[in-house]
């Protein structure tokens, strides 16, 4: 399954699918870019993060991929599970603060 | 060993009410922020603050103020309470002199509703 930036805030896929969810984000400066994830009643937690001299960058079942041409930002979850449904933000450092996306809502169904 | 805590996790205050929210962070950082979260999830900055500077967003209230006894406590306070106050705030901290990682780490949060 697939997500369209931040004008599609949920994504629903099947346990065991790989998940996309895609980022835009609008600082052509911005040189480091995080992903997080907030469960229900829970902080933002870290899952990986890039710098701008890279385009990809790999995790546990986590995937990160950066297009800077375009200013777009990817997620990239393999073998998606229930523990994996949660809100993911994208966030840009700007100047030293990080400025975060709209938020895209996965829900893996069994 | 929890990083960054905040107290209360739920508060629930009248309108008009003078409050506060406490943070804490036990990781050493050096700058610490203040988030608040609507009920469309959308994070926005509120405050970074280290002991050198306090940077404010321009579209926050002034009824918001952050204080810092010291450098592992960021509290926020909140006067004169409205309606549109209610939302999940987030503290962070992080260290900007961490070469490697720009990375804040986030409280738990707290759910303020404002009635």
């Known amino acids: 399954g697939e997500s369209v930036g931040l004008h599609l805030p949920t994504l629903s896929v099947q346990e065991g699918d790989n998940s996309i969810i895609n980022c835009a984000y609008s600082?052509?400066?911005?040189?480091?870019f995080i992903w997080y994830k907030q469960e229900s009643g829970k902080g933002p937690q870290f899952i990986i993060d890039?710098?701008?001299?890279?385009d990809k960058r790999q995790g546990q079942r986590v995937t990160v991929l950066l297009n800077k041409t375009v200013k777009h930002l990817s997620l990239q979850i393999a073998a998606t599970q229930p523990g994996d449904s949660a809100v993911y933000f994208c966030?840009?450092?700007?100047?030293?603060?990080?400025?975060f996306g709209a938020g895209t809502r996965l829900t893996v169904k069994p | 060993d929890t990083a960054v805590s905040q107290t209360p996790k739920y508060l629930v205050t009248q309108m008009g009410n003078d409050k506060s929210i406490k943070c804490e962070q036990n990781?050493?950082?050096?700058?610490m922020y203040w988030y608040k979260q609507d009920s469309k999830k959308f994070l926005k900055i509120m405050f970074s603050?280290?002991?050198?500077?306090?940077?404010i967003n321009e579209t926050v209230p002034n009824r918001f103020s952050p204080k810092s006894p010291d450098k592992a406590h960021l509290n926020l306070h909140i006067n004169s309470l409205e309606l549109g106050d209610s939302a999940v705030y987030f503290c962070?901290?992080?260290?900007?002199?961490?070469?490697?990682?720009?990375?804040?780490?986030f409280g738990p949060g707290t759910r303020l509703t404002v009635l």
């Open positions: 603050y280290n002991n050198k500077e306090l940077i």
């Open positions: 990781l050493g950082h050096d700058t």
């Open positions: 600082n052509s400066a911005s040189d480091y």
């Open positions: 966030a840009e450092n700007r100047g030293g603060d990080m400025r």
């Open positions: 890039i710098r701008s001299n890279m």
């Open positions: 962070a901290s992080r260290n900007v002199r961490d070469y490697f990682t720009d990375t804040q780490y």
